[in-house]
């Protein structure tokens, strides 16, 4: 049997355990807030007005706009939108941001399907497994090679979900993935511009896509993924098959065992430990970037790869930007989305401390761990004191979970960007009872924009 059909198997009877839902129902909070915020963003806009001058009949929503269009464009529109502020979740077995494509094909989905609650949460968890086996797989060396996980991987885990929401039986989800296998793609030399959140919205749009083709009968190879030219030998996998990974999918959850990172820095993931250690030493030791002489980050061998600005021009630019995000901490106190506003990117006194921070290779760092989870910080004083910090993850990591408070609280500052409070506040109750949702329609409907 091939891992297509070994896919389908799961995607078709898969039962997601009571607290994989917990999980998937903390991922859409977290999700459709930074998603909310990222429809005012240049990227989403975009998608958004494209999508209104060649988008199909309109039966799915455009979140945080009064825009409907084709589920193929709002998942396009709602994954650019997730993804626009580097704000949303990450998953380091995968290597991918996954809800924003997972929660944006579902809602499409979902609205399709009139998909009660209960059933975005288990499609998101299919999903979310489908892409971890294969990021265990394929990962460091497909990710290393250039390929953005959240767009290449991502594809095949939204494909699952939309798959799985739509009803599809056993043969076309297999069709599905073996679409998807086609589909997949997103470079990460274009990270730091507007192509990169545009990647998990593509992510989305050919899950979508992908399970609408297969339903209508379109054909695909079992052997899109697995065979002598699938996608893990064209994706230049680390492994050249899947595994034991096939063997316990159903009855071991890598969502379970590994988790998800909510993010509580809206910068590319990798610069998440320094930052951490960089504002702990500032409010244990109270220095100001007047006082600071220089800052050495130690990183492992895949930060510098995609942290790949030194000195940013964009506040796109300054979220892969490992100097200037240390240095906005260190002036500012904080990093949030303000940080990434024009005004704080052409600031002087991070310009000027720009030159005085640098990041090597860390080789002490521990080769066990998985890839920008580490960083070793030090601070040299101008008085002549050395501050270090090492971190092991950061806030928001699985092993250092985000707060209900944290999502919360993250949810009312990018949802304030479209809603009003009380719409807010309605929102964050009918997320949070999300598994007794009657219908995805409700949901969408409750974030439109006006």
């Known amino acids: 049997m091939s891992a297509i059909e070994r896919f389908a198997d799961f995607v078709a009877g ?5 607290e994989a839902r917990v999980i998937a129902a903390s991922a859409y909070l977290d999700t459709i807030g ?17 999508a209104q001058s060649e988008g199909g009949e309109p039966r799915c929503r455009i979140i945080g706009t009064p825009h409907t269009t084709s589920a193929s464009w709002a998942s396009l529109a709602n994954g650019t939108a997730a993804h626009a502020l ?23 989905a979902g609205e399709l399907a009139r998909a009660p609650g209960r059933a975005l949460l288990d499609a998101w968890v299919v999903g979310f497994e489908v892409e971890a086996v294969l990021g265990a797989a394929m990962n460091p060396r497909h990710y290393t090679q250039g390929w953005h996980c959240t767009s290449t991987i991502g594809t095949l885990g939204t494909a699952a979900a939309a798959a799985r929401l739509l009803g599809l039986d056993r043969d076309a989800i297999a069709r599905c993935l073996g679409l998807a296998a086609s589909e997949a793609s997103g470079v990460k030399e274009n990270f730091g511009t507007d192509a990169k959140p545009l990647h998990a919205g593509l992510a989305a749009h050919n899950g979508i896509v992908a399970a609408l083709l297969a339903r209508n009968g379109l054909t695909a190879s ?12 064209a994706m230049g996998s680390e492994r050249a098959d899947l595994g034991d990974a ?8 890598e969502v379970l065992e590994t988790g998800v990172t909510i993010k509580l820095y809206p910068s590319c993931a990798g610069t998440h430990p320094a930052l951490d250690a960089i504002l702990d030493l500032q409010r244990q030791h109270g220095f100001t970037a007047a006082d600071v002489e220089a800052i050495m980050i130690g990183v492992d061998a895949v930060a510098p790869t995609i942290l790949i600005y030194d000195r940013p021009a964009t506040g796109l630019e300054a979220k892969f930007s490992m100097q200037y995000c240390a240095a906005a901490a260190v002036v500012v106190g904080h990093v949030g989305l303000d940080t990434f506003e024009p005004a704080l990117v052409n600031d002087p006194r991070i310009a000027g401390l720009l030159p005085r921070i640098t990041i090597t290779v860390d080789a002490t760092l521990r080769t066990d761990a998985p890839a920008l989870t580490q960083a070793r910080v030090t601070i040299r004083l101008k008085d002549g004191r050395a501050l270090s910090a090492y971190a092991d993850g950061a806030r928001g990591y699985p092993s250092r979970p985000a707060t209900a408070e944290d999502v919360t609280g993250k949810f009312r500052t990018c949802a304030r960007r479209v809603l009003d409070p009380d719409r807010t506040e309605a929102a964050i109750l009918m997320l949070q ?3 007794q949702l009657a219908e995805t329609r409700t949901l969408t409907d409750a974030l439109r924009g006006m």
């Open 14 to 18: 898969a039962e997601p355990p009571p």
């Open 34 to 50: 930074v998603m909310l915020a990222g429809a005012l963003e240049p990227a989403a806009r975009v998608v958004q007005e494209t």
């Open 86 to 108: 580097d704000y949303d979740d990450m998953c380091f077995v995968s290597l991918a941001h996954p809800s924003a494509p997972l929660v944006a094909a579902a809602l499409a």
């Open 222 to 233: 079992p052997r899109a993924l697995d065979g002598p030219q699938g996608f893990l030998v």
């Open 246 to 253: 096939l063997d316990t999918l159903g009855r071991r959850w």
């Open 433 to 435: 009872s999300l598994a």
